[in-house]
C-alpha cells in the first residue's frame, strides 16, 4: 500500500497545449450554481443558450421509428449519409438561395463547436496567425491555441454597429508582414453576432469576402443564429466567389432545438471540405444514423415552424428587456438571437460586479460580457432559454431585491 501510494506522487505533467487554454466558463460556473442549487437557493439560470424547447415533432417521431430498426446502431460513413448532404444542401437553396453540391462541398459535424477544432487543425500551424473577435464566442481563442496559433484580437465596438474595423486589421496584417511574422491564416466571424446580437448585412460580408481574397486568409463564418429573431436569414456564401475563400458553419442547435443532438454541418469549396474530412476522420466514427434521419425531418421545416418559435422569443425578448432595465441597463432592441446584450450604466463597476450582484443577491444567473473579451467587460448577457414565467420571476427578484 505504502509504495501504490508512492506511485500517485510522481510529477507528471500536460502538454503544453493544455496550459495554454482554461476550463470553459460555463463549466466552471455552472458547478458553482449546482452547488449553489443544492444547498437551497433555488438559482434561475439565465446564462447558458440552450434552446429549452423541442425539435419538430416529425424529427422525433423519426427518431423514434428509425432507432427501433435492426440495422442502424453500426458505424456510418464519415461524410454524413448521402441524404442528410442532401437535406443541407437543399435547406441552403430554399432559405439563402446558395447552391452547394452535397457530395462534395458539405460536411456534417458532430456540432458546430467541434468543427472550430476541426477547422483550426486542418488549416493552421503553429505561429501562423488567426484572426478572432472581441467580444466573442471563446471556443475561437481556445482552439487556436490549442494549435498554437498567434491569436490576433480585432476588436468589435459598439460605435461601428459590432462589425470588424477591416482597415486596422489590414494595418495589422501589414505591421506582421513588415516585421517577418508568420502570415495569417484565418478570420473568425460570427453574423448574426453572439454576443452582441448584430445583425448580419450583404455588404459586411462582401467586405469579408474581398478582404479575404485580397490577403489569402480564409474567412470562417460561424452562423447557427441567422433565424433567431430574424427575418431575412443570410449566408456568407451567397457573394460572389465566397465559396473560394470562405467556409461557413452552420448549427442545428439553435435554428432546430437540437443542442444536446450535435447535429452542424459546414460547407465550402471541394478543396477545403476534402482537407477538413481527413482531419475529422481521424477524430470521431460519424453520427448515430437515427440522429440524421431525425435531421434531414428537422431541416424540411416550413417558415410556419420558424415563425412559431419566434414568437415564444419575441414574447421571452420583451421579459428579458424589463431584467434589464431592472439592472439599469441600456440595450439595442434591434438585436438578433436568442440573447439580449446589455450594457450596464456607468455608476456599476463593471459586468461582472452587475452579474454577481445578481447571482448572489437575487439568486438569478446572468453571464458577464467579460467571458467574450474584455471589449465586453461593461456588458452583461440574458439567455431566452427559459420559459416566460422562470423570466418573469427573475424580473421580480431583482426588482423587488428578492
Not at 460513413?77 to 453540391?101: I, K, N, Q, T
Not at 478582404?211 to 433567431?228: K, L, Q, V
Amino acid at each position: 500500500m505504502q509504495k501504490e501510494n508512492k506511485a500517485y506522487e510522481l510529477k507528471f505533467m500536460p502538454a503544453r497545449r493544455v496550459d495554454s487554454v482554461e476550463e470553459y466558463y460555463f463549466s466552471k460556473k455552472l458547478k458553482e450554481v449546482a452547488e449553489m442549487n443544492a444547498a437551497g437557493r433555488k438559482v434561475i439560470n439565465l446564462g447558458v443558450g440552450s434552446p429549452d424547447m423541442p425539435p419538430s415533432a416529425a424529427a422525433i417521431e423519426a427518431f423514434c421509428e428509425e432507432v427501433r430498426r435492426d440495422d442502424v446502431h453500426g458505424y456510418q460513413p464519415y461524410v454524413g449519409m448521402p441524404a442528410l448532404r442532401e437535406a443541407f444542401a437543399e435547406w441552403y437553396g430554399r432559405w439563402y438561395g446558395v447552391s452547394l453540391d452535397p457530395k462534395t462541398e458539405i460536411q456534417p459535424l458532430i456540432g458546430s463547436k467541434e468543427g472550430i477544432i476541426h477547422i483550426s487543425l486542418t488549416f493552421v500551424n503553429a505561429g501562423e496567425g488567426v484572426l478572432v473577435p472581441n467580444p466573442g464566442y471563446p471556443t475561437y481563442t481556445s482552439a487556436s491555441r490549442l494549435v498554437a496559433a498567434d491569436v490576433i484580437e480585432y476588436r468589435l465596438d459598439e460605435a461601428r454597429g459590432w462589425y470588424p474595423d477591416f482597415e486596422a486589421i489590414e494595418r495589422t496584417i501589414v505591421a506582421r508582414r513588415y516585421t517577418g511574422q508568420l502570415p495569417v491564416k484565418l478570420m473568425w466571424m460570427n453574423y448574426p453576432n453572439m454576443p452582441t446580437g448584430a445583425n448580419a448585412t450583404l455588404e459586411l460580408y462582401k467586405r469579408a469576402v474581398d478582404f479575404g481574397r485580397r490577403h489569402r486568409i480564409i474567412i470562417c463564418n460561424d452562423n447557427p443564429y441567422s433565424f433567431i429573431l430574424n427575418d431575412t436569414p443570410l449566408s456568407i456564401l451567397q457573394i460572389d466567389g465566397a465559396k473560394e475563400v470562405c467556409i461557413e458553419l452552420n448549427s442545428m442547435s439553435k435554428s432546430h432545438n437540437m443542442p444536446g443532438w450535435r447535429m452542424a454541418m459546414l460547407a465550402s469549396n471541394e478543396r477545403f471540405v476534402s482537407w477538413i474530412l481527413k482531419v475529422k476522420s481521424n477524430v470521431d466514427s460519424g453520427q448515430f444514423r437515427p440522429m440524421q434521419t431525425a435531421a434531414i425531418e428537422a431541416l424540411k421545416a416550413g417558415k410556419e415552424w420558424y415563425e412559431a418559435n419566434n414568437a415564444i422569443y419575441r414574447s421571452r425578448r420583451l421579459i428579458a428587456e424589463g431584467i434589464m432595465d431592472a439592472l439599469g441597463c441600456t440595450y439595442d432592441r434591434s438585436q438578433t438571437g436568442m440573447f439580449l446584450w446589455g450594457k450596464v450604466a456607468d455608476s456599476a463597476a463593471s459586468g461582472a460586479a452587475v452579474a454577481d450582484h445578481a447571482l448572489y443577491e437575487h439568486n438569478v444567473f446572468i453571464t458577464p460580457g467579460s467571458v467574450f473579451g474584455d471589449a465586453g467587460k461593461r456588458y452583461v448577457r440574458i439567455s431566452l432559454c427559459c420559459k416566460n414565467e422562470t423570466l418573469e420571476e427573475a424580473k421580480q427578484r431583482i426588482t423587488n431585491g428578492e
